[in-house]
């Protein structure tokens, strides 16, 4: 098992590089530069900018140099638009907040996913069922940014119950509408996938003898039917996480967090290359640790797993 | 000889301050200057669009930084409610016989350190702008104002020291310039001249604008920082006029979305708010008192692409001039905007400081006029139903732009027959394409630099960076390389505006209203102040 | 991802039937119309098809023409009315939404399948090759699908939007291409699964080429897996389309979508124009909830261990 993980690490290193060298290329390859303005600079001013951000060199020099300044001191630079900030800077005051509502959202979508899932499953074809199994999809195919606007009109506006927007350190009442708006399509999908699951292992083999074995109904479903569930919720897990995180551009806009995801959008918008490069390394390890452990995850669960 | 200009703002603010102190105990902290109550919460709150890129005022580059750098730091000169300008650190300037020398009088003002403002901190912050190390975007600006050396400097044929500015004495700013340019002292309220404290940005380096580190010598003190969320700001009482400062605390949100801006605006979180297009009536019927329209110092046009690259159609003058006159600029102003923009007929907006308008014949007629003569002028030139004039029209991605395109398409297509493929595209990868002359027809929008038509029509002059549809007039260049010297330089910017309005290289739409949500309980809002240039310092909350 | 395991049940369920006959086709036709919720999203989606064909016929507007005599007072005259022919009433600049729902349905659901199309022919392909071809290439080709995994797609369709952004279509191209990668891996599994089997052997041993026999005897026997995938493909890039309309870098106008008209309408709620956001989420949650429907209806069908 541990060599399995030290595999996949290693492996890691070569992904993150390739990513590097591709987003590199890619960015540059795009239209416009950081420096592009609605004034069209002198030639000699931006000269000047290209010659303090290194950008007047080949493009295999700055790549080098990049790689060098993250591999050696873990600095992936100033950022070329925010002029006083580092990406750095950026990443660690902007993804703790990501981090904070992106979890709590993930902790409300599974534990209310996976109960709606399993209240479905076992009451299925029941008025209860139709309705979960309605208001998931809808929930599922309901844009974030439709919700988000719609949230604020009622909690803040008509009710005056909540803050429109801000972050204040996290403080719950500036939690509840981003936890909401981001975790309902996860939710839905969790408690699809839930009740799917749960319905076949209810009609595996083994569930049956425990029934004709006569054990009460509900030590059938938390003793044996929970765990084989749980397995493909928690396959699907790990991409929500991270899509989670990346989906939180929509939260950031209506809800000026601060988080990472507006500064993403922002970056490649701006032609922030730094900032930019910075992110999308970081979404990518955490694409590869989360894969990881779910991975880690599903093997524990499946005893036919062995690495 | 010199000649002498005293503000005559700094007489009367030196007069309500003696009348402050008469009055006592009578003027006490609940009243504003012009008698309204003060509210016990003191606290200006506003929207802004966008993160500002920084709050170094050298560095500074778009709105967002210099409205909030505006509070925090002063430079020689302000602005006051109209857009007139104010004595700022400098109490008053003289300007010597041939133009070329300004010398600047400073106050005895402080950093909120306790530190003094001295002319030193001028040189320091003016040379460190035009430093090719600094790598300013605003380097330009030092150029712009002309200041001896200015160009060697920023190409790095000279060393900064040798910009043409010295400080005579701690008190005494003097600045050389390499030409007359009638506008340099309303140049010197612009972010970019403001001071810098050498010790805190030799300290600290690039971090040297955060909460914790930053000194500054404006009417307030960054207090938080919370990038893509808020800004605050209190009163720094170290301020020279501190006294006068009513504000206590003033806070800007970041808020990307204007419509949810808007709910929180309603819901009372927000001082004030810029208006979604279309909803000035509404909300003027519902909120009559808080809904507020002004004219702007920006432009809004398309251009033509006229350069090698462009269509053959737009050659001709004819097809230029029948696109301008077919566009129902009110059907634009009132139905889509709606929010008190004038229809534009000329290139300057007619809020700039005494810019003559000319007589544009298309101003005059009806649009039923205007569209018979556009109908003609396109036959005219050779286009009809069996050969439609067909282009793409460029914008940047945004509902406003594109409402605008789509209600100028469909002019076109139903009153002409013309076929407008419309095409946006992301904002840096327009302007990329619109500096390479892709294009057939542009987008394009300005806001004046300071107040005076140069910076509007200089866009138009052959050798101007910004002229992306490559326009060409000699006489144009001509006109406004003598309105630089000219002791009228209104005369030329006159005939320059005819001759746009005859040879039609862009299509004027409609000049920038600032449209807004303004809580009734902000006081002295300067909504006569066209560049926007606004000072938290001059207003005060008042109590409901 | 969940839908790994039951896709591997599919496909051999399939490989082991499709010997034997064809009959396992019908035998899921007739489990697929007993299924009454999935009957039901087929008649909506139907529905759906058939107002966006027939629609067009009762339009007294077209999608692009602006009422002149309306357009200044949307909110107090351009509500759905059927005398002026606005059946759904007008846009924020006073355009007809009834010709601009049908147009964006079609656009939306145009969109979905190219994009779906194209990935499912990727991913089919990619996987079938790697599956069969084997050794180092299989090595070598799954390590670039794990390296493209780790590369978050947000960042992916920001650079796409940016290189494409004019062209409409290679946009969703562009999005195919990016998300056939699990697609893949379902393939190559079963893939390596099938090229043991007595008629692949025969094949080879007939001499037959290593493309024919992935063309005709691999990706035919893959089929029950690309209709179950793609049929819960096309949703999901309707939705990522919406997400694209929400940033602006969708489809050029006069032409619009149903992702444009819904981040619009969202945008104007408190303005007194609900009809704006209403019809166009109406055709869209119909849309993308009768999909999902369909889709899980298709797999569940296609599942022996389901019935």
Known sequence: MLNYILRRLLIAIPTLLVLIVVCFLLMHAAPGSPFTSERALPPQVLANIEARYGLDKPLVFQMWDYLVNV???????????????????????GFPVTLTYGTLSFIVAVIVGVSLGVAAALRQNTWLDYLAVGTSFSAQALPNFVMAPILVIIFTWKLGWLPGGGWNGGAWPYLVMPVIALSTSFMASIARITRSSMLEVLNANFIRTAR???????????????????????????????????????????FSTGGIGLFYVNSALNRDYSVMLGLTILYGALTIVFNLITDIAYAWLDPKIRY | ???????LSAVLLASTVLAGAIAGPLAAQGTAPNGDKLADDQTLTIRMLDEQSSLDPQLIEDVSGS????????????QDADGKLTPGVAESWDVSEDKLTYTFHLRDAKWSNGDPVTADDFVYAWQRAADPATASEYQWFI?????????????????????????????????????????????????????????????????????????????????????NERTVAVKNENYWDAANVKIEKFVTLVINDESQALTRFQSGELDRTEMPAGQFPRMQKEHPEEAVSFPRLCNYYYTFNVSDSGPEAFKDVKVRQALSLAIDRDIITKNVLAGGQPPAYTFTPAATANFVMPDVEAAKMTQAERDAKAKELLTEAGYGPDNPL??????????????????????????????????????????????????????????????????????????????????????????????????????????????????????????????????????????????????????????? | MTQETRMDRIAEHLTDTEVKGRSLWLDAARRFRRNKAAVGAVIALLLVIAFVLIGPAFARWSNEEIDWTLMGDVAGQGMPNVENGHFFGLDELGRDLYARVIQ???????????GAFVSVVIGTLYGAVAGFVGGRTDNLMMRAVDILLAVPSMFVIILLLVMFGRSFYMLFVGIGLVSWLEMSRIVRGQTLSLRHREFIEAARAAGVGTTTIILRHIVPNLLGVVVVYASLLVPQIILTESFISFLGLGVQEPATSLGALISAGAA????????????????????????????????????????
């Open chain 2, 67 to 78: 409205d909030i750098a505006r509070q925090l730091f002063e430079g020689l000169t302000n």
């Open chain 2, 1 to 7: 000889m010199t000649a002498r200009i005293q503000s």
């Open chain 1, 71 to 93: 591999v050696t001191r873990f600095d992936f630079g100033p950022s070329f638009v925010y002029r006083d900030r580092t990406v750095n800077g950026i990443i660690s005051q």
């Open chain 1, 212 to 254: 004709a074995k006569g054990l009460p109904a509900r030590t059938v479903v938390w003793r044996h039917a929970m765990k084989p569930t749980m397995m493909p919720v928690v396959s699907y897990l790990g991409p929500a996480f991270v899509g989670m995180i990346t989906g939180s551009v929509v939260i950031d806009m209506y």
């Open chain 3, 104 to 114: 964006a349905t079609g656009t939306s659901l145009v969109v979905g399948v190219i």
């Open chain 3, 268 to 307: 104007t709620i408190t303005y007194g124009t609900v009809w704006q956001l209403a019809f166009p989420l109406v055709f869209f949650l119909v849309t993308i909830v009768s999909m999902f429907f369909i889709g899980d209806g298709l797999r569940d069908a296609l599942d022996p261990k389901d019935r």
């Open chain 2, 390 to 544: 067909k282009f793409d029209m460029l914008y940047n991605t945004s509902e406003d732009h594109q409402k605008i395109a789509v209600a100028m398409s469909q002019m076109w297509k139903q009153k002409l027959g013309v076929q407008a493929t419309l095409a946006n595209q992301e904002w840096k990868t327009f302007l990329d394409t619109r500096s390479q002359q892709a294009f057939d027809m542009a987008r394009g929008a300005w806001c004046g630099d300071y107040n005076e038509a140069s910076t509007f029509l200089d866009l138009l002059t052959t050798s101007s960076g910004s002229n992306d549809g490559k326009y060409s007039n000699p006489e144009v260049d001509k006109l406004m390389l003598d309105a630089r010297t000219a002791a009228d330089p209104q005369a030329d910017y006159t005939k320059v505006e005819e001759i746009i309005a005859d040879e039609m290289p862009v299509i004027p739409v409609y000049h920038y209203a600032g449209v807004y949500m303004l809580d009734t309980d902000v006081g002295n809002w300067p909504v006569n102040n066209v560049e926007q240039n606004w000072y938290v310092k001059d207003m005060w909350k008042k109590a409901e």
């Open chain 2, 143 to 227: 150029g712009l104002m002309s200041i001896k050396n200015a160009d060697a400097v920023i190409k790095g044929e000279m060393k900064p020291s040798e910009l043409g500015i010295r400080a005579v004495d701690p008190k005494t700013f003097e600045v050389t310039l390499s030409s007359p340019i009638p506008y340099f002292p309303q140049m010197t309220s612009h972010t970019t001249t403001y001071p810098a404290p050498k010790k805190v940005i030799e300290e600290f380096g690039e971090q040297w604008t955060a909460p914790e580190h930053i000194v500054s010598n404006g009417a307030y003190k960054l207090s938080e920082h919370v990038p």
